[in-house]
């Protein structure tokens, strides 16, 4: 491995990114399965998967992305108030977006990355220290 490489990869924004993926194909893969192919009702089953993906980003944030040491509950609640602001901001950037006129999926991958900014700094600055 490169020293640019290396460099890259110990990076807190690219483990990050790396645990969002993660996250995603936890929580996606996880609706399948228990949707898709065991026939559980689509509200139980997206709620088990969006918790499975919570525990998966928040655990490995705190362990692999910042490597944190500090107080799991203060952390813990710190993430959960996060999590809420984003969903607030999400519904209302996405209403706002669509309303002049861009596309949903457009504005859902627009909220998303402004989000995902906001959410490295602040795991980086508030949560994980």
């Given at each position: 491995m490169t020293a640019g490489a290396l460099r890259l990869y110990r990076s807190?924004?690219?483990r990050f990114l790396l645990v969002g993926g993660a996250s995603v194909v936890v929580d996606a893969g996880?609706?399948?399965?228990?949707?898709g192919l065991a026939g559980?009702?689509?509200?139980?089953?997206?709620?088990?998967?969006f918790l499975a993906g919570?525990?998966?980003?928040?655990?490995?944030?705190r362990q692999w992305?910042?490597?944190?040491?500090?107080?799991?509950?203060?952390?813990?609640?710190?993430?959960?108030?996060?999590?809420?602001a984003?969903?607030?901001?999400?519904?209302?950037l996405m209403r706002a977006l669509t309303t002049?006129?861009?596309?949903?999926?457009?504005?859902?991958?627009?909220?998303?990355?402004?989000?995902s900014t906001v959410n490295y700094f602040a795991s980086r600055k508030w949560i994980f220290v």
């Open positions: 807190s924004g690219f996880l609706l399948y399965l228990l949707h559980l009702r689509l509200e139980p089953a997206t709620a088990l998967a919570f525990v998966v980003n928040f655990a490995l944030n992305a910042f490597s944190s040491t500090g107080r799991l509950r203060r952390q813990l609640v710190a993430y959960l108030a996060l999590v809420g984003n969903l607030l901001f999400t519904v209302l002049l006129g861009v596309m949903y999926l457009v504005a859902k991958v627009f909220t998303t990355a402004v989000l």
